[in-house]
């Protein structure tokens, strides 16, 4: 069904933001909010009166600062209180002073401090989960909090990039930013 066809949505920056459906992504086109890359060959939308091609890939036309919004809900308090102050991990009910933030996916492996990378958990399952992601730690989370919800949503982009092969190169751009990251700094050190 070409109206489950999934359009790969790009920051203004070409950062991968999201995969959006095939109208909602020839919305954006016609309203000027987004720029068509991509076309999906052969896909066509139809109207009474009109055919539309189906977009690929799009991109934002002017740049929506994603991280800067999360930033703002990094706080402590917001995300106990979006966790109900509960435990994620084995529910206790606690308070501002015994519950702890754990990382999802743990500082010393790239997680970042986030509200999308942060749950609200007891001391004692903190200390447990210790280095572990949730999975390799065998404690699954009792909700799945919005803060899963950017991670999961990269897996399924690189899945999505096995079967859309127009979308490889935008899908790793971030590699490759972060190498020219990686290269200023080396050169800066040198
Ligand atoms: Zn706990």
């Known amino acids: 069904m070409v109206i489950s066809r999934k359009v790969l949505l790009l920051n203004a920056s070409y950062e991968p933001m999201n995969l959006v459906t095939a109208p909602k992504a020839l919305t954006l086109v016609w309203r000027r909010v987004a720029e068509t890359l991509e076309l999906d060959h052969g896909y066509l ?16 036309t002017h740049y929506i600062d ?14 106990f ?23 999802i996916l743990p500082k010393s ?6 509200a999308e990378n942060l749950v609200t958990a007891c001391q004692p ?7 572990r992601t949730p999975e390799e730690a065998r404690m699954p989370m009792l909700t799945n909090p919005s ?11 690189r899945q999505a990039a096995e079967i859309r092969p127009e979308w490889r190169r935008y899908l790793f751009l971030e ?5 020219i990251f990686q290269n200023n700094d080396s050169a800066v050190s040198a």
């Open 147 to 157: 803060a899963l919800y950017y991670g999961l949503e990269k897996v399924a982009l």
């Open 109 to 114: 492996r790239g997680g970042r401090t986030l």
């Open 81 to 103: 209180a979006r966790d109900h102050y509960k435990c994620q991990y084995c529910g206790h009910r606690g308070t501002a002073f015994d519950l702890t933030l754990d990382h």
């Open 66 to 79: 994603v991280r800067s919004r999360q930033n703002r809900v990094t706080n402590r308090h917001r995300i």
């Open 45 to 60: 939308i139809h109207t009474p009166r009109f055919a539309f091609e189906v977009p690929s890939v799009i991109r934002l």
């Open 175 to 179: 590699v490759f930013e972060e190498a």
């Open 125 to 131: 399952c903190n200390n447990r989960k210790g280095n």
